[in-house]
């Protein structure tokens, strides 16, 4: 056991309910808070009527919505109908569309240093920037939270990532969680968590962190963690909630099993370049690219910071021919700061495009760009198509490189554009206005609503029993970092249909093999084979379910994203790992497979041999499990698990 405990120890330990504290073993966590957003939430509420808890048991449950709005047909409606009253029935807080961003509403109204927070949606970890323990999973975990049972992760590595020095004008968080991403990839972080230490944290806002920590989940982290100091009280204030802080850090000199440093002071504009968020490059070896479109705004870099900082560059200059400029505010609340402050005058008189205080082009909803078109964006994600546009370039860069750029129709880096800028001050108190967050009733009114349905709200599929034989094909062979957007595509025309898991299911893989559904299908149970970290990206448990409905019983690949692994464990799918990972390219698509004596195998832990009969080769395969975990793919997947313990 440590003597000096880091901040993810002790919030850890605060938590616990059961399992060690020591890294890589399963611990149990107390979730006082959930939130889920429209996307992953009409699921996650019929999980929990399928439960039949009744009220949520948590300290704080709110359900957004933020991702569905455009509203191109029934569905989003109808969806949005149906969680306003599954949050009346369940007595959670119901946050309507147009409100905001789940993850900046949640930090301004609800986040309180020291609690758990656990959301079904990946970028939960924006959490981290109040010093609290905030995770992203899949909604039937987020289900079985509010029900009040434990959330289960591997006692997490923890990454010190230590600051130093103070970050340069036009250099920005952005570009932070950017060199992290540069120095540890999309993998670096699994099974860890990013906890931010050192002297050059005093000079950084909880909305800086918050860019931080929420793009830390593109390192496939646990979470990431900052202390809760003079900032987090300053944050706390200007949002009236000063009541709910607390001082928390790590110890003096805890123990870290990792150490990264980084000096703000050396750092410089940096940018994501097509099709991966650790694909970095310095913005000075970009510039002069060409772009038609830049968008500011989505979870990563929304806040009044953000936007105001674009619109000091922005004042009294105008949008380049040819480029579509968006700007879609985190909140409410930060659009009538903005407005306030005059800012939004600013931003519209410069030819920007005001949307929605929502996800937007950030997920596919609107803004695809054209064809072969390259987009800045300040998001957090710019995996090939995600935008709606297949061939599209995006890069990911801070509010400050995509305001510069937006001037000149090129990439700029703001340090050399000569800016006279003048920025626009916080305010001190941010004006509340609750009209469209609407409180959870009193029991006896949860009592009288009936959750409404409509037509394309369609049951949770069945779980199936777990089999005790798989002799089948491989019905899709895949590469490294397959990411949730390719297993189950988002944008305005799929997204509403994630209510509806039959209609969802024939889009799965469409962006790389369109004819997977129907093989799927047609074989009637399948496995599919990928690389390393494999469902990186998104919580969206629809990459489990879909997969599921469509029959595949079984992922083997050399390494899996921590979300996806555990969605696919509780959809009762059996997520195996190659021993050697250079056997992944001794299954190719169509062979057949079989492997024997299932659960026994799975209940010994050990080996297990898998028969390749198309090419007459044995594979060994491994499916590392914790105890409870074992037992809930045993019988078929979390829900029959609940059901069975009820
Ligand atoms: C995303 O950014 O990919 C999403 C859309 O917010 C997802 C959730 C979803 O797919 O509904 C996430 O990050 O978990
Ligand atoms: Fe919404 Fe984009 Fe944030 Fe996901 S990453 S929650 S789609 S803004």
């Known amino acids: 056991m440590k003597k000096k405990l880091t901040l993810t120890d002790k919030l850890i330990a605060a938590h616990a309910t059961s399992g060690t504290l020591s890294a890589g073993e399963e611990v149990g966590l107390k979730i006082d808070c959930t939130l889920t957003q429209d996307a992953t939430g009409t699921m996650a509420y019929l999980e929990f009527d399928a439960m039949g808890i009744g009220r949520v048991k948590t300290e704080l449950s709110v359900a957004y919505v933020d991702h569905n709005t455009l509203g191109t047909g029934f569905e989003n409606a109808d969806d949005h109908r149906f969680l306003a009253s599954a949050a009346k029935k369940f ?11 789940c993850h900046q509403v949640n930090l301004e109204r609800f986040g309180v240093p020291g609690k758990t927070l656990l959301g079904s949606d990946s970028h939960t970890p924006t959490g981290g920037a109040l010093g609290m323990l905030a995770i992203g999973a899949g909604g039937l975990d987020v289900a079985a939270a509010m029900g009040g049972e434990p959330y289960y992760i591997k006692h997490p590595y923890v990454i010190g990532i230590e600051l130093t020095g103070k970050l340069q004008p036009f250099v920005s968080a952005k570009d932070v969680i950017l060199e992290v991403l540069r120095r540890i990839s999309v993998k670096g972080g699994v099974g860890c968590v990013l906890e931010y230490f050192g002297p050059g944290l005093s000079s950084l806002t909880v909305t800086q962190r918050a860019t931080i920590a929420n793009m830390g989940a593109e390192t496939g982290a646990t979470t990431s963690v900052f202390p809760s100091d003079e900032m987090t009280l300053d944050f706390l ?6 009541d709910v802080w607390r001082p928390l850090a790590a110890d003096e000199g805890a123990e870290y099993d990792k150490i990264i440093r980084i000096d703000l002071s050396t750092l410089e504009p940096l940018a994501a370049c097509p099709h991966s968020p650790d694909n970095v490059k310095p913005v000075s070896e970009l510039a002069g690219t060409r772009i038609s479109q830049v968008c500011i705004g989505s979870c990563t870099n929304s806040s009044f910071a953000d936007l105001a900082a674009a619109a000091s560059i922005l004042c009294g200059k105008q949008v380049a021919e040819g480029v579509s400029l968006t700007i879609s505010p985190g909140s409410r609340e930060v659009l009538s700061a903005l407005t306030k402050a005059g800012a939004t005058k600013i931003l519209l008189d410069a030819g920007a495009r005001l949307l929605e205080c929502t996800c937007g082009p950030c997920i596919g909803m609107g803004q695809s760009p054209e064809s072969g078109g390259v987009s800045l964006r300040t998001f957090n994600r710019n995996f090939k198509g995600r935008s709606g546009t297949a061939d599209a370039e995006i890069y990911i860069v801070s509010p400050e490189v995509a305001a510069v750029s937006a001037i000149y129709g090129v990439i700029t880096d703001p340090r050399t554009a000569g800016l006279d800028v003048t920025l626009i001050p916080e305010p001190e108190i941010y004006e509340r206005n609750d009209n469209m967050l ?18 394309n709200i369609k049951p949770f599929p069945e779980q199936k029993p777990f089999p005790e034989k798989l002799s089948c094909i491989c019905s899709l062979a895949v590469g490294d970092n397959i990411t949730t957007d390719d297993i189950m595509p988002a944008g305005s025309k799929i997204l509403p249909l994630r209510s509806n898991i039959p209609a969802i299911s024939e889009y799965c893989f469409s962006g790389i093999d369109p004819t997977f559904p129907a093989r799927a299908k047609a074989a009637g149970e399948s496995i599919i084979v990928g690389g390393q970290n494999y469902g990186q990206g998104s919580s969206r448990e629809h990459a489990a379910l879909a997969p599921l409905y469509l029959g595949v019983r079984a992922v ?10 555990s969605n696919l464990i509780n959809m009762g799918i059996i997520p195996f790992t190659f021993v050697n990972p250079s056997d992944r390219e001794g299954i190719s698509q169509g062979d057949f497979l079989i492997i024997d004596n299932l659960s026994e195998r799975i209940k010994e832990g050990g080996q297990i041999t898998l028969k390749n009969e198309t090419k007459g080769i044995i594979i060994p395969l491994e499916c590392k499990l914790g105890e409870r975990e074992r037992e809930l793919l045993l ?12």
Request: proline share 9%; hydrophobic share 35%.
């Open 438 to 455: 609407i409180p959870p009733p009193s029991e006896e009114e949860s009592a009288k609503v009936e959750l409404a349905f409509g037509p």
């Open 556 to 565: 083997i690949a050399v390494s899996f994203a921590r979300i996806h692994r």
């Open 635 to 646: 019988v078929g997947g979390l829900l029959r698990y609940i059901k069975s313990k009820a």
């Open 91 to 101: 007595g959670l807080w119901y946050s309507c569309p147009g409100n905001g961003i």
């Open 237 to 242: 204030r200007r949002h009236g909630r000063e």
